[in-house]
Nanobody, 125 residues
Framework: QVQLVESGGGLVQAGGSLRLSCAAS????????CAWFRQAPGKERDFVAAISRSWTGGTTSYAVSVKGRFTISRDAAKNKVYLQMNSLKPEDTAVYYCAARQGVKSSTSYEYDYWGQGTQVTVSS
């Protein structure tokens, strides 16, 4: 069982940066693939970024809309996953969720078994 807690959201002006953190319980967290998803009001939950299990090299993948601006990373020793968000745009405004699953990373939300409660990111123009 894994519990996830996000933090780091807030209000930022367009062009600014934020770093989201996802703290996980469980000693085997490094064996889980992790991802960030986001959901804007009235819209579906969308894939943002994913990172593979630590022992497979921590390979990453990104949605086209954030590639080059966002970076996902993980710290196995701290049981944390991060999302560094730069050059933020108003369209990045959403609730951001951390997710984890055993097995390979995926960009499909229903393939993830564990979810955090979400953290709000608001980008003003």
């Amino acid at each position: 069982q894994v519990q996830l807690v996000e933090s780091g959201g807030g209000l930022v002006q367009a062009g600014g940066s934020l770093r989201l953190s996802c703290a996980a319980s469980g000693r085997t967290f490094s064996s889980y693939a992790c991802a960030w998803f986001r959901q804007a009001p009235g819209k579906e939950r969308d894939f943002v970024a994913a990172i593979s299990r630590s022992w497979t090299g921590g390979t990453t993948s990104y949605a086209v809309s954030v590639k080059g601006r966002f970076t996902i990373s993980r710290d196995a020793a701290k049981n944390k996953v991060y999302l560094q968000m730069n050059s933020l745009k108003p369209e990045d405004t959403a609730v951001y969720y951390c997710a984890a699953r055993q097995g390979v990373k995926s960009s499909t939300s229903y393939e993830y078994d564990y979810w955090g409660q979400g953290t709000q990111v608001t980008v003003s123009s």
